[in-house]
Every structure is written in structure tokens, then in C-alpha cells.
């Protein structure tokens, strides 16, 4: 599965640097999604974009910042993380028109390590 | 609120033989969609089989099914003959017609030769 495709696949940043995450899908879809995955704890839904406009924030800090120039990509900025934002960030898109809705295809997730 | 809840951490299954992972939800809404999500150690979510709700038929996808008892809010996923490579993660999703996506906690599998 290679429609939707995010990098980089890890990251290892300090607590005062600024980093990106980006998620790229090629499945036409018009919705795209970040959630963040903790050990021993379910989806963490953060952010929701439909047709490039924010719809979801599922109260996220700050130091999170969403991007979405086009319905085809998705950035996640990063900056002055804590340790506990170690998790794997997984991206997802669907397709929503009409009267039927798509599951979520995701991608393979960033493996990120805040030290 | 929805809530979608596994009931079973962990489970095992000896190779070619057929497990039962259960998944019961919450919700008010009388149209909605029902998923089941493979994560093995690649990471990668799968989508293993989907349901919805106005269908009464139980979803088929080769050696996965389900058994969709709507009255009683449950939904399991079957998996027969199982093999080595199905072993992962396994959530249980459900979705209504918005953009509210509810995962379930997870069932760690273990198929042993």
C-alpha cells in the first residue's frame, strides 16, 4: 500500500528543536488526518482537514502545528516538544462526497523520540 | 460520545486454527460504519474488512467475516485458518457520517506454530 506516504519514517529531535513531519496521499482523497499512537494507549485523534480547511482540533498543544496547502499533503510542525510526545504519528486520508463515506488509509507513521 | 471497546488485551491461536476477536461500541446514530484495522510490526494500519450499518449481512473477506449484531452493538471479527502473518494488532473502528472516527483499545494476537 503506497497511497498515502510519510517521512521521514523516524525522528529523534531535542526539546528545542523545530522539525516537520509530512504526509503525502495519492488517492484523491479530500480528507486528510493526523493521529498520534502512545504504547498502551488507544488513537489519539489531533487534527482533522477537509478540502484544505481545519475541522478538527481535538485540543492539541500548541507545539503541534498543522499545515494543509492542498488536499494532497499534510505537514505536522514540530517545536519545543516534551518527552511524553514520543510516539508514532500516523497519517491518514478518506474520502467523504455524497452519501458514502471511505475508511482511513494510513501511512506508515513516524517513530518519533523526543530527548 | 461514541466509545468503541475491546474487551481481550491478547489473544493467541494455534496456526490453522480459528479465533474470535470481540468489539462492542456505543452510539446513538442508527447509520454508521464499522471497521476492522490489522497493525503488524511494520506499523502499517490495514484495513482488514468494513461493515455497514444498514446492511444486514455479515462482511466477508476471504478467511475474515464478521458477526454484526446491531441490536446488541457488537461487532467480531472471525478468523479462520490462521496463519502466521496475521499476527499483529487488531482494532476495531467505527464512523458515522461525519468525520468522527472511533478506534477501539486493540487485541494484540499471537498465532503460534
Known amino acids: 500500500e503506497t497511497g498515502v506516504t510519510q517521512t521521514p519514517r523516524h525522528l529523534v529531535m531535542g526539546m528545542t528543536n523545530k522539525k516537520s513531519l509530512k504526509c503525502e496521499q495519492h488517492?484523491?482523497?479530500?480528507?486528510m488526518y493526523w493521529y498520534k499512537q502512545s504504547a498502551k494507549k488507544p488513537l489519539e485523534l489531533m487534527f482533522v482537514?477537509?478540502?484544505?480547511?481545519?475541522?478538527e482540533n481535538n485540543s492539541v498543544p500548541s507545539r503541534f502545528s498543522p499545515e494543509c496547502p492542498n488536499s494532497s499533503h499534510l505537514f505536522l510542525h514540530l517545536h519545543t516538544l516534551q518527552p511524553e510526545d514520543s510516539a508514532l504519528y500516523l497519517c491518514?486520508?478518506?474520502?467523504?462526497?455524497?452519501?458514502?463515506?471511505?475508511?482511513?488509509?494510513f501511512g506508515n507513521g513516524t517513530r518519533l523520540t523526543v530527548t | 460520545a461514541q466509545t468503541v471497546t475491546q474487551s481481550q488485551p491478547e489473544m493467541s491461536v494455534q496456526e490453522a486454527e480459528t479465533v474470535t476477536l470481540s468489539c462492542t461500541y456505543d452510539?446513538?446514530?442508527?447509520?454508521?460504519?464499522l471497521f476492522w484495522y490489522k497493525q503488524p510490526p511494520s506499523r502499517q494500519m490495514i484495513l482488514v474488512i468494513r461493515?455497514?450499518?444498514?446492511?444486514?449481512q455479515n462482511a466477508t473477506e476471504n478467511r475474515f467475516s464478521v458477526n454484526f449484531q446491531k441490536a446488541a452493538k457488537s461487532f467480531s471479527l472471525k478468523i479462520s485458518d490462521s496463519q502466521l502473518g496475521d499476527a499483529a494488532m487488531y482494532f476495531c473502528?467505527?464512523?458515522?457520517?461525519?468525520?468522527?472516527?472511533?478506534f477501539g483499545p486493540g487485541t494484540r494476537l499471537s498465532v503460534l506454530p
Open positions: 461493515q455497514e450499518a444498514y446492511k444486514q
Open positions: 488517492l484523491g482523497h479530500n480528507a
Open positions: 473502528a467505527y464512523r458515522d457520517y461525519g468525520q468522527n472516527f472511533v
Open positions: 482537514y477537509n478540502f484544505k480547511e481545519q475541522t
Open positions: 491518514a486520508s478518506s474520502q467523504d462526497r455524497g452519501q458514502g463515506r471511505s475508511p482511513l488509509h
Open positions: 452510539t446513538s446514530e442508527s447509520d454508521y460504519y
